[in-house]
């Protein structure tokens, strides 16, 4: 794997993940750290970080007049030299020979999709769907607009390809294949970019809508990648983590002192239960003392076990309720139902700083007992109040229907859509990890049974369709990424809410 960390760098393609323009060093800080899980930029090939490549070229982007009818480009790159990671940014450069500065540029009906193949950069196909690997995603859709600065050498990774939708890659599925196509090309247009045969192969037809290369070559445009590693989840505010007792009654309670934040998101607990069946359980968070200000209203979880002596994760939801920042938080729980009568909650490997048990719930803190107890405690880590009624753009009659569960903060979509037949169709897609202000899924539908006295679950066929990749720009609009796996092609559309369903308002 290579990995460019400082020596060069593109403050403009960083800008896509911070909204931030700073030094790549800084950044890549900032990144490792806490919001964004381990970051790096990778450059292929490696030996092009810090001279030019030992090619340069015009195609795709810097050739008008073969352009007329668009083009459809694929560049395999080698997946060893990108590593694994969620691709964030793409960037190109011109070729140090350039003389002056190109663009912006506006390639009209332009899409971009990465996929991973089992194509090599000197075994490319000639015919492009045989380069594309089962995950194909499209991740932009639209007119792309690019500049490139010439000057320096190398030049400045600056001609920007926009990434709307998220593609996780793992070389060990295969090499990464990047395709660009677009409807034409702006006019007057002769730019060379620099280009490389080493770890890079490309194919690339004068026709958009073509299916099979008009040249096939072992090279291909250097290519500057922003990926990050890991699930991208927000460091939580508090981790204590679980040790192998048995642990203690709900009846004692807990408090953390010095709360960090402004809101109250999600509280993971480790429970224990002796005997197999249903477990209710109910969770109160109030602020300074035990009978202070209830914090966003209690939450309960029902869960269940088959065997008895296991242990469980359970998440309550509390909705980013809001907290006075740098308060103490005060948690009690209550057993509603058990098939024991008893339930036991972990105690921590500590001491957890600011994490304290008490004997029982005796205002205003009662007794200091221990100074851990197993509980993981998270910021605000997704958009808010999304949940209702939304409209595709343009398309009246088609939209989709979106939830998030308040226990666990999963994406729920429907999607009211139509086949080519016009009949109607619902697609079925949930995002456990929903974070953010996207989301990503695999859809699925669902067809067979009939109507009312004739249904039977026996007739019920699931088939997957393929997936979807939300982005919401504000509360009530955004843009939606699909490819099918089912015929039905790829694509994007813009839509606007109708309607909410959740409590929580959107900010």
Not at 198 to 207: I, K, M, N, P
Request: aromatic letters at 10%.
């Amino acid at each position: 794997m290579q990995r460019m960390h400082a020596r060069q760098h593109n403050p403009h393609l960083l800008k896509r993940m911070t909204g931030l323009y700073l030094p790549a060093a800084v950044l890549l800080l900032l990144l490792s750290g806490w919001a964004f899980g381990a970051a790096f930029i990778a450059v292929v090939p490696d030996q092009a970080i810090d001279s030019d490549g030992n090619r340069a070229t015009t195609t795709p982007f810097g050739a008008s007049s073969e352009c007329a009818d668009g083009f459809r480009y694929q560049q395999v790159i080698e997946g060893d030299r990108v590593g694994g990671g969620r691709i964030s940014a793409i960037a190109f450069r011109l070729d140090a020979s350039e003389p002056g500065d190109v663009g912006p540029l506006t390639f009209p009906g332009s899409m971009v999709r990465l996929a991973s193949t089992a194509a090599s950069p000197t075994t490319i196909s000639s015919v492009f769907d045989n380069n594309l690997g089962a995950d194909t995603t499209v991740v932009f859709t639209g007119d792309l607009v690019a500049s490139a600065t010439a000057g320096g050498s190398p030049t400045a990774f600056d001609f920007e390809i926009p990434i709307e939708a998220p593609f996780d890659f793992d070389p060990a599925d295969g090499n990464l294949l990047i395709e660009l196509t677009a409807e034409n090309c702006p006019p007057g247009v002769s730019a060379e970019f620099d280009a490389d045969n080493r770890g890079l192969g490309h194919a690339v037809a004068w026709d958009h809508a073509s299916s099979t290369a008009d040249q096939v070559a072992t090279r291909g445009l250097v290519t500057q990648l922003l990926l990050v590693s890991g699930s991208g989840v927000i460091a939580p505010l508090y981790n204590c983590p679980a040790n192998s007792s048995s642990g203690d009654n709900l009846t004692r309670g807990f408090y953390v002192e010095n709360f960090p934040a402004r809101e109250l998101d999600k509280v993971t607990m480790t429970y224990h239960m002796p005997a197999a069946g249903t477990y209710t359980v109910r969770m109160t968070a109030r602020e300074n003392t035990y009978d202070g200000r209830i914090i966003g209203g209690p939450r309960t979880r029902t869960f269940n076990t088959g065997t008895g002596g296991t242990r469980a994760e359970i998440t309550f939801d509390f909705g980013s309720a809001t907290v006075t920042e740098g308060s103490t938080v005060t948690f009690s729980q209550e057993l509603l139902d058990s098939p024991s009568g008893s339930l036991f909650y972990n105690l921590g490997d500590g001491p957890c700083a600011d994490i304290v048990q008490t004997e029982g719930t005796t205002p205003p803190l009662d007794t200091v007992r221990k100074d851990r107890v197993a509980v993981t405690i998270e910021a605000e880590t997704r958009i808010r109040g999304i949940g209702g009624n939304w409209s595709v753009v343009g398309h009246d009659g088609e939209g989709f229907m979106i939830d998030v569960t308040q226990h666990d903060g999963t994406l729920v979509v429907i999607w009211f859509t139509y086949d080519f037949d016009g009949n109607q169709m619902w697609l079925i897609g949930t995002d456990p990890d929903f974070s953010g202000n996207s989301a990503h899924m695999t859809l699925s539908r669902v067809t067979g049974p009939s109507f009312g006295p004739d249904f039977s679950p026996a007739d019920v066929i699931t088939e997957s369709w393929g997936t979807l990749t939300i982005v919401f720009e504000d509360c009530g609009g955004g843009r939606v990424t699909f490819n099918s796996l089912a015929g039905f092609g790829a694509g994007a559309y813009d839509i606007m809410r109708v309607y909410d369903t959740e409590q929580a308002s959107c900010p």
